[in-house]
């Protein structure tokens, strides 16, 4: 009685342990416009072509007037300007 006692407790307290192991399915969504009042830095095609914004980006980098994408358009000068190192 006691190890059937023994392997419930095992089993009922191993089930929530299993079941968090699975991968959890996640919803890709994409953004086709960006939020209102947020600078339009770069546009995609439909064939996959990156459309830069260049004065868009200067003008952002060197103002510092919207913090909320500032790193990505320094980024972009960097990447552009050969700068830019990855870190390890």
């Known amino acids: 009685m006691r190890c059937f ?11 929530p342990a299993l079941a968090q192991d699975q991968p959890k ?7 086709h416009e960006p ?5 339009t830095l770069y546009a995609i095609d439909e064939d996959g072509t ?11 980098a060197t103002s510092k007037a ?3 994408v500032l790193r990505i358009a320094q980024l ?3 990447i552009r ?8």
Not at 35 to 39: I, Y
Not at 50 to 60: G, K, N, Q, S
Not at 81 to 88: A, F, H, I, L, S
């Open 76 to 78: 972009m000068l960097a």
């Open 25 to 31: 399915s996640l919803k890709t969504v994409r953004i």
């Open 50 to 60: 990156v459309r830069i914004d260049w004065p868009a980006v200067e003008t952002l």
């Open 5 to 15: 006692l023994a392997f419930l407790l095992i089993a009922a307290l191993a089930g």
């Open 81 to 88: 300007d050969g700068t830019w190192k990855p870190v390890r």
């Open 66 to 68: 919207d913090r909320t």
């Open 35 to 39: 939020a209102p009042g947020q600078p």
